[in-house]
C-alpha cells in the first residue's frame, strides 16, 4: 500500500451522460459496466482504496439511481451533480466535503491492468498538482482523438499541453495525459469550467508534473474499449 502524505481525497465523476456507450451501459450507467465480473466503477474504487485513501467520493446524478444502489453501505459518499456541466464542475461538486485538500481524480471509464496509478501518484506527490502521463502504443492509440497531448517535459515537469484537436488522430509514440490526476488548491485557483486552461496555466508557470505510468491502460469510454478491456482483464 502506498503511504500517502497528508490528507488526499478521492474523487470519481460518475454523473456524465456517456452516450457514446448507451448500448452496453446498466441501467442507464455506462460506470456500471461489468468488465471480467466487476464493474468499472468497483474497479476504480478498490485501486483507490489500494493506495491507502480512505476519504472516496462519488459524484452521481439524480438521472442514475443505479449508482447510488450500487454503492448503498459501500463505505463511500455520493454526492450529485445536478445537470452535467463537465468535469471540472463535478469535481466542484464533491469539494463539499472535501474542502481544500488535494484530490485524487480518477475516471472510472479508464482502467489500468497491470498496475496502480493512483498508488503511484500518491507516492509521487510532492504538493503540486501531477497528472498520470501515458507513452501512447498500438493498438489503443488508433482509437484515440488529439486530446490531452502533453508537447513539452522538463525534469518531470509539465511545460506545454496542446489544443483540443477531437477530429484529429493521436500521434502514436506522444505522451498523453491519462485518467488519474491529483488536483491541488493551485488548480482551484485558475480553474473556470476548462480543466485543460487551467493546467496549462499551471504548466507555464512550472507547477505542474508528470506521473509517468508505465503500463497498458484501456479508455472503455468507448464501444471498442469495452471489447478490448474484456480481451485485457479476461486473459
Excluded at 500500500?1 to 448507451?22: D, F, H
Excluded at 439511481?65 to 464542475?89: T, Y
Excluded at 489544443?163 to 491541488?184: C, L, S
Aim: glycine share 6%; with cysteine.
Amino acid at each position: 500500500m502506498a503511504e500517502v502524505s497528508g490528507t488526499i481525497w478521492a474523487i470519481i465523476p460518475a454523473a456524465g451522460l456517456g452516450t457514446r456507450m448507451n448500448e452496453n451501459a446498466v441501467l442507464g450507467c455506462k460506470e456500471l459496466i461489468e468488465i471480467d465480473g466487476i464493474t468499472m466503477l468497483e474497479r476504480t474504487i478498490q485501486e483507490i482504496e489500494a493506495a491507502g485513501i480512505e476519504q472516496i467520493v462519488v459524484v452521481s446524478s439524480p438521472n442514475k439511481p443505479a449508482i447510488d444502489a450500487a454503492l448503498k453501505n459501500r463505505g463511500v459518499q455520493i454526492v450529485h451533480q445536478e445537470e452535467p456541466k463537465g468535469l471540472v464542475d463535478a469535481v466542484r461538486c464533491a469539494r463539499i466535503l472535501s474542502g481544500n485538500s488535494p484530490c485524487l481524480v480518477a475516471l472510472p471509464d479508464v482502467l489500468f491492468p497491470e498496475t496502480n496509478p493512483s498508488a503511484i501518484l500518491c507516492d509521487e506527490f510532492r504538493g503540486d498538482c501531477i497528472l498520470a502521463v501515458v507513452q501512447t502504443e498500438s493498438p489503443w492509440v488508433n482509437h484515440l482523438c488529439d486530446t490531452g497531448r502533453i508537447t513539452k517535459f522538463e525534469d518531470g515537469y509539465i511545460l506545454e499541453i496542446s489544443d483540443k484537436n477531437p477530429h484529429v488522430p493521436f500521434p502514436q509514440g506522444e505522451y498523453r495525459i491519462t485518467g488519474r490526476a491529483i488536483w491541488t488548491q493551485a488548480f482551484w485557483d485558475l480553474a473556470e469550467m476548462d480543466e485543460v486552461a487551467a493546467l496549462r496555466k499551471l504548466a507555464s508557470t512550472r507547477n505542474l508534473h508528470a506521473s509517468f505510468v508505465k503500463t497498458t491502460y484501456v479508455d472503455v469510454g468507448l464501444p471498442v474499449g469495452y471489447k478490448y478491456a474484456q480481451t485485457i482483464f479476461n486473459r
